[in-house]
């Protein structure tokens, strides 16, 4: 091939990038296309089933999910009042803890997203007890997780007794702020 | 022992001819987009997904090279009728596969070198741009050494494939010895499931089908520590001594079978 023709095809190469990039934009503009829909799929329910597809690659697999549920969360949160519904806002947390059973931050904020009131969170306490309830199966001694299903009782489910008796256990574990046991004598 | 290491740096610079240097590179970029990107999707933990993506881009780009270099160690010499004038030199059939597979080796070793480098980098740029109290809350530290026992079991797994593509290499074409490799692969990661599976099946005979299978497969999910290490528990030395000493047993043994398979082949 000349020289000539190599800048020539170089040439039609970047002309017609561009002209998929034009059409592209105005497809986009012309036929906008539904992403709530898209959104709204989840084509793995099983968090050991997922586990066992991904190999060794698990923490990886629980990163995507993570980000998943947050941009779902997010999503929900910004959009207008009747598109708030966090349907899968759990299932998306349960599958990130399933391949991740470690992820602290995944247990404490999912929680706090479920627990808080509709339509800022889902307003399903219950479930950010349930999830919280998981990590503690996984690391049993994690006071933060104690000490977080006792807030979901205090404020959530105003439910003092049971606050109370969280915050003691909480205060229990190894490595938990002396301060804790001053917060379940208060309920 | 000099006609081995004369294969293993032939193999080595062939490799960089195939440019697979190039596999760093797109690594590397891969984890400076991600160290980005993922500091504006995730609320937190940005440390640890880094290690995540870190540590698995290791594996998999590990993979790719030990299985698709893997396979072409002996059939490729084949196919080009290089290996007539190369077994006409005083070079020995089992100097041969054990300077092929050393030469993979080395590769993978200088690979795996260059992305934990690049990984620790980002990680040090991290824990330098955090503030203190952000970092208190890290399950591990940022540049944390304890890293260096998941990178170094990833490293002894790729060795265990790249054994098992080398002997697959000795008697098929590469698209089956690929096939078969990826297989073991997989296999080797459910290989647990077989342990246990006299907890599902009450026939004996299975079970020590089962049992036998467990055995004689890689036990590949051995080596999967990742997870632990980025949450900073515990990994003892105990542990990753007895599986290092497995993957090596375990090598000594494919290799040792590449050897008498290769050996007994005819290449008229």
Known sequence: ?187 | MRAISWIAVNVFKESVRDRVPYSLVLFAVLLMGASYLIGQLTAGQDVKIIKDLGLAAIAIFGLFIAIFIGIGLVSKEVERRSIYPLLAKPISRPQFIVGKYAGLVLTLAANVAVMTLALYAVLAYLTYTESPEFRDAWDAPGVDPQMLKAIVLIFVELMVVTAIALLFSTFSTPILAAALTFGLYVAGHFNTDLRNFDQVVESRPAVLLARAAYHVLPDLSAFDVKTEVVHGLPVTFGYIGTTLAYGLAYITALILTSVVIFSRRDFK
């Open chain 1, 1 to 187: 091939m000349t020289r000539a023709g190599i800048a020539g095809a170089l040439l039609l190469a970047a002309v017609s990038l561009g002209a998929a990039v034009a059409l592209q934009a105005a497809r986009d503009a012309r036929y906008p296309r539904e992403q709530a829909l898209e959104r709204a799929v989840m084509y793995v329910r099983s968090g050991p089933a997922l586990r066992r597809i991904v190999l060794s690659f698990d923490a990886l697999a629980a990163d995507v999910y993570w980000i998943r549920a947050l941009q779902h969360y997010g999503g929900d949160r910004r959009a207008a009042q009747s598109g708030r519904r966090y349907e899968l806002l759990y299932p998306l947390l349960d599958i990130t803890t399933s391949l991740d059973p470690y992820f602290t931050i995944a247990y404490r904020f999912g929680a706090i997203f479920l627990a808080e009131p509709y339509s800022g969170g889902a307003g399903r306490p219950d479930q950010a007890v349930a999830l919280l309830r998981k990590g503690i199966a996984a690391q049993p001694t994690k006071w933060q997780y104690f000490h977080d299903i006792a807030f979901v009782h205090y404020w959530q489910l105003r439910d003092m007794h049971a606050a109370a008796k969280w915050f003691r256990m909480a205060a229990e574990q190894p490595g938990a702020p002396t301060g804790w046991s001053r917060l379940r004598l208060r309920c």
